[in-house]
């Protein structure tokens, strides 16, 4: 009668050794592939969010374009969210990194007021042209990291009958990962609304 076959502690260990290599190798690919599932569900919520809150205003008769300018702006727009407040930018502006990471972004453009919805979604507005030049942008996740350009903060204009639209539509050079201008990141709203593998594609 033959004996029963046991596994030695030598085959357990390179066994284990292996499936921790294999692990290795993987998790990081799985964790990434992951963060990048929630920015970019996180970006789709709050550009939604941010379109319903324009529709109630516009139910109410306002209009921001043409109507309001920089601090104002931001005063009329919090009414439409729940339990909103206003922000000082001056407290969060610094924070962020321009798309390739390689300087500060451009804190002139979020310096005109902020909305705080909650502690996960900021919206900054930038009105340096009254009436005529309204950016608004919108912090996905808040104040959490990463606060890279095109990672959780993105622009959109505010056009004539309160519409959103991105900035310089399919413009690579304002969202890519060498150019250190402290703009770049500016059109990279155009990608995340139109490339289906923009998220999975950020370093």
């Not at 260990?13 to 998790?27: E, N, P, Q």
């Not at 319903?52 to 516009?58: G, K, R, V």
């Not at 909650?118 to 996740?141: A, G, T, W, Y």
Request: aromatic share 12%.
């Amino acid at each position: 009668m033959a004996g029963k076959s046991a596994f030695t502690l030598a085959e357990v260990l390179i066994t284990l050794g292996i499936i921790g290599v294999v692990a290795a190798l993987t998790m990081p690919s799985l964790i990434a592939s992951h963060r990048a599932k929630v920015l970019e569900t996180q970006f789709k919520k709050r550009y939604s969010e941010l379109n319903q809150a324009l529709a109630m205003l516009q139910k109410d008769n306002i209009t921001i374009y043409g109507n309001y300018k920089t601090q104002d702006i931001a005063k009329v727009l919090v009414t439409s969210f729940k339990d909103a407040k206003l922000g000082n930018p001056q407290d969060y502006y610094n924070n962020y990194k321009n798309h390739s990471k390689g300087d500060a972004f451009n804190i002139r453009s979020l310096d005109d007021g902020l909305i705080i919805v909650n502690p996960e979604f900021f919206i900054f507005v930038n009105n340096d042209q009254p009436n005529n030049s309204i950016e608004l942008f919108i912090d996905i996740n808040g104040d959490k990291k990463p606060n890279i350009f095109g990672y959780d903060l993105f622009e959109f204009s505010l056009q004539e009958g309160d519409n959103l639209t991105t900035i310089y539509p399919n413009n690579t050079y304002f969202c890519n990962d060498t150019n250190n201008n402290i703009g770049n990141g500016v059109s990279c709203s155009y990608f995340a609304l139109t490339d289906k593998d923009y998220f999975k594609k950020l370093k």
